[in-house]
């Protein structure tokens, strides 16, 4: 469990293939203080820790993860937005993640204004009833609020903040993404259905 507070942003040191699954070597600097089988959120994907060696960690994606997310297109010297589990007597800053990541969502649009940037991503239409406006979005593992919400897009506003301590800062227009919808709506939308 996450909330969507990005506390480290990495760096793929180093990544493998074996049969369908992917092992990515992250250096960052919370990486020695990572345990073997911790969850840890990399761009809001929860994986766990196979190794620690100094400042580098060890994770493996399999096939269900990079079919749904964009580890499959992650290079060495990507940047990762990186988050520890919740502990059960911290603060929830964001909202409730799972780091359970639903499909990717490519940006169509980016508004630098002053103050805050705004970036649009459109996402496919099956996803339409698990967002509303306002509501709470994770995007590649940060808690952000969803505005002009459609059937297919939303948008979300980065304050200057964010943007230094995310890779949010690489987005450019056609961008792959990493999108969890809020879990509240899963379960609402799932007790309707029955």
Known sequence: MFTGIIKDVGVVANCSSAGSNKT???????SNELKIDESISHNGVCLTIEQVNERVHKVT?????????????WEIGDKIN??????INSRLDGHIVQGHVDTT???TEIKVLEGSTEFTFKFKKKFARLIIEKGSICVNGISLTAFNVTKN????????YT???TNLSLIKKDSLVNIEFDILGKYVLRSLKL
């Open 61 to 73: 994606a399999i096939q269900e993860t990079l079919e749904k997310t964009n580890l499959h297109i």
């Open 153 to 160: 897009k939303f948008t979300v506003a980065i304050i200057p």
């Open 105 to 107: 969502a490519t940006c």
């Open 82 to 87: 990186l988050e520890r589990s919740l502990e």
């Open 24 to 30: 990515f070597w992250i250096e960052s600097a919370i």
């Open 163 to 165: 943007m230094e301590n």
